[in-house]
């Protein structure tokens, strides 16, 4: 006799590597306590709706919290030849509790069974992702109160450009992240949806109560159409996407805290706990932390270009493609979980190496923008003023000094109306101090930017 919960119908049994391919057991027992949960929510309403008895839904929940236990315990054996979590707990319930235990699947399949799991899953997962996010933004904004007057070099295209306030800079992650965590908390509109009860894909003819079990599983809302119901893995698509991006954001961050941590940089230094060491140079500390994030970006977002060629084509209502909608997801979440709490770690533990960022912008070309500035507040043309400032960086690279060091009488020759105030100007920590505009890297300005940061994340 088979043991398949659909073997009445076939006269021969597949052969174990069939099993083994058929099967998702090996993955989809992430999802056991999701499942219990939703099969102890369809009980409940079984047994209101008099279509199992009281009895039997007692004998049920009790069974089934008894198998959750075991497994986490290690003492639930799981089965590939069961193929999957669902028929693996609805055989050992039956097997524990007997006749009873015939009776939870009454009203629902294995579809809307998973994709009710799938559900539960991914919107708590989704939550558990917006705290690790809100987190970090907290590490970040800590990191910025301590450098509001920490001058760096600003690039653009990896060349120095201006010099900004180091929190402005760090600051920009923080806004990444927020868009980030809007993203997934407006996905959750779509992913807090019960499925549960559409059965198959028409529906059952059993008098349930689905609208009962949206209430017992606090689902917002609830499937209209039972096709779509045990069809739809748009918000799968939709996490994996939200996912990617964040991984993406992360990536850039990443690039920045390596090039930043270099020897010819050194604007930062990592703790050892976030750094490893070299097999064959003993003077190596690699910030290998921030390279695997930057890395794993190309799992997430194969994840994400995956399921959306799962989907392609695929006709309603369920098909078997859709058991591929699990690894990459759990995976995309695990990759970005670690990746959250790893950064969170590694800002918070990083020395940020204020005198040699000083040094840096006290020696390059970043305050040409100021210079040109001065001649415009003076009534220059501003394209006159950047030509007239281009000859002046010219003539500084040609005999291998800075800005703050061109003799008085060098730029009076360039233009007259330079004046011995033009050192005091192209100070760094003025050229900085002087941007005024909203949302610039002004001190005031990112005071301003960090009140309004604190009201978000306090709300």
């Known amino acids: 006799m088979s043991n398949k919960a659909w073997g009445g119908r076939f006269s021969e049994q597949p052969e174990d590597w069939v099993d083994e391919f058929n099967a998702s057991i090996h993955f989809d027992k ?3 306590q999701y499942d219990v949960q939703g099969s102890i929510a369809h009980a409940k309403m079984l047994a209101k709706q008099d279509i199992i008895t009281d009895s039997d839904c007692d004998q049920i929940i009790e ?3 008894a198998i959750l236990t075991d497994y986490e315990q290690n003492n639930l054996e799981l089965d590939a030849s069961l193929e999957d979590i669902h028929l693996n707990i609805e055989h050992e319930l039956i097997k524990r509790i007997g006749d009873a235990g015939g009776r939870l699947h009454t009203g629902r399949s294995r579809n809307d069974q998973v994709a009710t799991d799938m559900h539960l899953y991914t919107k708590a997962e989704v939550k558990s992702i917006i705290a690790l996010i809100t987190r970090f933004q ?16 600003g690039y653009t295209h990896l060349q120095r450009a201006q010099p900004i306030s180091f929190a402005h800079h760090i600051l920009t992650y923080y806004w990444m992240l927020e868009r980030d965590k809007s993203r997934f908390q407006d996905s959750l509109k779509r992913i807090d949806m019960s499925p549960l009860g559409a059965a198959a894909l028409s529906g059952t003819t059993y008098p349930i109560d689905r609208h009962e079990t949206q209430s017992l599983l606090d689902f917002s809302a609830i499937y209209e159409n039972s096709m779509d119901a045990v069809s739809d893995r748009d918000y799968i698509v939709e996490t994996l996407h939200n996912i990617s991006l964040t991984m993406v954001h992360l990536s850039r961050f990443a690039e920045e805290i390596i090039f930043w941590s270099s020897a010819e940089a050194n604007f930062i230094t990592l703790s050892d706990a976030f750094s490893t060491g070299s097999s064959i140079m003993p003077q190596k500390k690699n910030p290998d932390m921030a390279e695997l994030i930057r890395g794993k970006v190309g799992r997430t977002t194969g994840h994400l270009m995956s399921m959306l060629m799962t989907l392609k084509g695929l006709p309603l209502a369920y098909n078997k493609d859709m058991q591929e909608d699990k690894e990459g997801l759990f995976d995309a979440v695990h990759t970005l979980k670690g990746s959250l709490r790893i950064f ?4 918070d533990s990083m020395t940020v190496n204020v005198e040699r960022l000083q040094q840096t912008v006290y020696n390059d070309f970043s305050n040409a923008t100021e210079l040109a500035d001065y001649l415009v507040n003076k009534g220059v043309p501003f394209r006159s003023a950047h030509e007239v400032v281009g000859k002046i960086v010219l003539w500084s690279i040609q005999h291998n000094i800075y800005l703050l060091d061109v003799p008085l009488a060098q730029y009076q020759s360039a233009h007259e109306l330079i004046e011995a105030d033009i050192y005091e100007y192209l100070k760094p920590e003025n050229c900085v101090s002087r941007r005024i505009s909203y949302g610039s890297t ?4 990112v005071k301003q930017q960090l009140e309004i940061i604190h009201k978000q994340l306090n709300n």
């Open 138 to 153: 907290h590490t970040i904004v800590n990191t910025a109160e301590s450098h509001i007057n920490t001058i760096m070099p």
């Open 344 to 347: 969170d770690g590694m800002i």
């Open 63 to 65: 069974g089934l919290n």
């Open 442 to 445: 002004g001190q005031s300005s």
């Open 30 to 32: 992430t999802l056991i």
